[in-house]
């Protein structure tokens, strides 16, 4: 069983910066296939970003390249998510996500793949 617990949400202006971090437990993060999700008020939980399990591949929904980058600290158990030059569309619940096997690329942003999931952490983007 692993346990994802998520922290850093706030609000932050438009052009801000946050890092998300979602510490695990019960497994070593290098066993684990990773991803952030966000759902935003009355929309469904859409993909953000992905990494393999290894980290030996990093992926992104369109929207996020360029500005968001995931990340992994095996030495922690630690994944982040670094979201640079906010917008007010970037406005969600964010939550971390896990799953206990290696993800062929095409299956890195279905929601449906992942075995564990944070609690969330909300996000507002606002002046």
């Known amino acids: 069983q692993v346990q994802l617990v998520e922290s850093g949400g706030g609000l932050v202006q438009p052009g801000g910066s946050l890092r998300l971090s979602c510490a695990a437990s019960?497994?070593?993060?290098?066993?684990?296939?990773l991803g952030w999700f966000r759902q935003a008020t009355g929309q469904a939980r859409e993909f953000v970003a992905g990494?393999?399990?290894?980290?030996?591949?990093?992926y992104y929904t369109n929207s996020v390249k360029g500005r968001f980058t995931i990340s992994r600290d095996n030495a922690k158990n630690t994944m982040y998510l670094q979201m640079n030059s906010l917008t007010p569309e970037d406005t969600a619940v964010y939550y971390c996500?896990?799953?206990?096997?290696?993800?062929?690329?095409?299956?890195?942003?279905?929601?449906?793949?992942?075995?564990?999931w944070g609690q969330g952490t909300q996000v507002t983007v606002s002046s």
């Open positions: 996500a896990a799953a206990a096997r290696g993800l062929i690329t095409s299956s890195i942003s279905s929601s449906d793949e992942y075995d564990y």
């Open positions: 019960g497994r070593a993060l290098r066993e684990l296939t």
């Open positions: 990494s393999k399990r290894g980290g030996t591949g990093t």
